[in-house]
């Protein structure tokens, strides 16, 4: 999963770089999605846990040295969380003792997980102003996938069989809350842009349903997910801004188009990742299937929101956004090959 | 007894650097947390990473001696809840690591959860980024040793050796990119 998900950053950076608005600094932005880059690819082929946190640690003080509105502190109070918790729950792992410091074991990695990626009760702190690059937006749609993956994978070397029930029910819980909160938040919310930002950690709710299920259904559908974030979540939150910023709400066919694929209708991707998901939950215990078509449903009113705020795309914009869309549908309609490779 | 020693020099210093609001005071922490680990490594059959920890951990203590006000900066008024916090995660850590655990390395156990205790705590307490940087220097320190704690596989160097690497950077580098606007819509949106 980590090849694939580092090829869709790669492939988003290119978009993001190539397409950017004319005023954009390409070659900033280029420096700093390729150290982005770098930091995921050592994360993917590090073979142990302590080296993924070591890396996280250096990929968090780089992000926290840009220049922002925020200090240093603020924001590298997170990922240091993060590394804590995840450090602590590998520490009670490795070590003889009783069974109930092996699951504050789990608990810690779940939780610092969690708190990499920027999902409640982690919140990142986000400001609508600050420039994408040094916002939370790159833990939660950039690193954050393939950070996930990649430890998720390295856990299971050191997580005990009998741990892994509870450890995959905890992914499970924290999805169902991330999945409710990111959606109606995004619905209700005021501002556009934290619309944007919660519609980020709806998706990461699915995502935490999917590997908590621990199935072949729940596995692909976290990963086509994951890849609908970095592949078309991202991007078009990107080219939003300049709409969300002019605050012009636009009701043309694009729009409801951008709204109809974030809200993981057919044929775009979400929507087979949404049908592997129920599956899946009906196979390890149908009330949670209710549940999450429950919360699926929920998803509507935030996306018809979220493609308004696009505005009209154009030029570079709307070539970007027809290329995501297409994606989208790929993904979307043939979803095979990449369920494959991914094994 | 020289493990525990060294644990207990490791608390030492991670309390040093709880405490101290100044670059001395820090970068004493620093080095007292670089030495204390670096006996543990040692001890532990890893001489390699023992020297690599010496010389990334005191890198980064020589760097941060250096910079800015020559000033200790301990236990300045208003400290008494951190010297409680000290206190009260070395009791944790030691009753955790000496206890709780069956495991024969509790030594560095006990040094390992210490420092990702305070150190985080004292990054989360919001400081300003001399102090940030130095704790985090610990943390990587603290994480190139944990891989020893399991004792069923076998750690080579080479966390010691990026972990001493990580640990010297983040004082000794500039901690900034390239500068550029922080108004959003010039780097990307």
Request: glycine share 10%; with cysteine.
């Amino acid at each position: 999963m980590a090849a694939e998900l580092l090829l869709a950053a790669a492939a988003t950076l290119i978009l993001a770089v190539v397409l950017a608005p004319p005023r954009v600094q390409r070659a900033g932005l280029l420096t700093r999605g390729l150290v982005g880059l770098a930091g995921m690819a050592a994360i993917a082929i590090a073979p142990t846990l302590d080296l993924i946190l070591l890396i996280l640690l250096v990929l968090a003080v780089l992000q926290a040295g840009l220049v922002s509105h925020r200090d240093f502190a603020a924001r590298v109070r997170a990922p240091v969380l993060a590394i804590a918790l995840l450090a602590l729950g590998l520490a009670f792992e490795r070590v003889e003792g009783p069974p109930l410091l092996v699951r504050f074991g789990a608990v810690g990695i779940v939780a610092g997980l969690v708190a990499a990626i920027g999902l409640l009760p982690y919140l990142h702190e986000f400001d609508p102003e600050e420039s994408t690059v040094a916002s939370p937006i790159p833990w939660i749609a950039f690193v954050g996938p393939l950070l996930a993956v990649a430890v998720l994978s390295r856990v299971k070397q050191v997580l005990p069989a009998d741990v892994s029930d509870a450890f995959g029910a905890m992914l499970i819980g924290l999805g169902l809350l991330n999945v409710l909160w990111g959606t109606i938040a995004a619905w209700r919310t005021e501002s556009d842009a934290a619309a944007w930002r919660y519609s980020f950690l709806s998706d990461w709710g699915l995502i935490l349903c999917g590997f908590g299920l621990a199935i072949a259904d729940g596995q692909g559908a976290a990963l086509i997910l994951l890849l609908s974030i970095v592949l078309g979540r991202l991007p078009l939150y990107l080219w939003s801004r300049q709409g969300v910023r002019d605050k012009t709400p636009t009701d043309r066919p694009i729009n409801l188009l951008v709204a109809a694929a974030l809200a993981g209708s057919a044929p775009f991707a979400g929507f087979a990742a949404r049908v592997m998901l129920l599956r899946g939950a009906t196979q390890i215990y149908w009330p949670l299937a209710v549940v999450l078509a429950a919360a699926m449903l929920l998803w509507l009113p935030a996306s018809l929101r979220l493609g308004r705020s696009m505005g009209l795309p154009r030029g570079r914009q709307a070539i970007g956004v027809a290329i995501v869309l297409a994606l989208s549908v790929f993904l979307g309609i043939y979803p095979q090959p990449l369920l494959a490779l991914a094994g | 007894m020289i493990e525990v020693g060294a644990a207990l020099v490791v608390w030492l210093g991670a309390a040093l650097i709880v405490l101290a609001d100044a670059r001395r005071g820090l970068a004493l922490g620093l080095a007292v947390v670089t030495i204390g680990f670096a006996v543990l490594a040692w001890e532990r059959g890893q001489p390699i990473g023992a020297i690599a920890l010496v010389v990334g951990g005191l890198t980064g203590a020589l760097r941060g001696w250096t910079r800015g006000p020559a000033t200790w900066g301990l236990m300045p008024p208003g400290s008494t809840p951190r010297l409680v916090l000290c206190v009260a995660a070395g009791l944790l850590s030691l009753w955790i690591a000496a206890s709780v655990t069956t495991t024969p390395g509790a030594p560095l156990l006990f040094a390992v959860l210490v420092v990702l205790g305070l150190m985080a705590a004292r990054v989360l307490s919001g400081g300003d980024k001399d102090v940030d940087l130095t704790a985090i220097a610990c943390f990587a320190l603290a994480l190139a040793s944990s891989p020893a704690l399991a004792s069923s596989i076998p750690t080579g160097p080479v966390p010691y050796i990026f972990g001493a690497l990580i640990a010297a950077a983040v004082v000794v580098a500039p901690a900034t990119l390239p500068q550029g606007s922080a108004r959003a819509g010039k780097d990307g949106g």
